[in-house]
């Protein structure tokens, strides 16, 4: 299984940036996580999707303003993320779990290489 993060960038606070996971190999049933790391900072899990769509994880951070989908017919999976803030300046991860709480890091198989996100005051 491989995963190539996408869509990273520099935006102005306020901005938007919709991220890219595309996965290959065997995914079914997996569940996929976008998982951030800020400098100096531990890596904290975003959001997760159920394979269905059906179970979604928020962390309260980014609630209301960031919205996980997945597209499995393409291998894709998407996190969009609206009004950020210099806060949500970090290094994005998407990652893939087969865990019944997949809320944290160690509960995921594998992972993507990464991209940064960086949000200007």
Known sequence: VQLQAS????????GSLRLS?????RTFSSIMGWFRQAPGKEREIVAAMS??????YYADSVKGRFTISRDNAKNTGYLQMNSLNPE?????YCALSW?????????YRYWGQGTLVTVSS
């Open 21 to 25: 996971c595309t996965t290959s190999g």
């Open 99 to 107: 865990s019944l709480v997949p809320t944290k890091s160690v509960e």
């Open 88 to 92: 949500d300046t970090a290094v994005y």
């Open 51 to 56: 394979w269905t769509g059906m179970d979604i």
């Open 7 to 14: 869509g990273g960038g520099l935006v102005q606070a306020g």
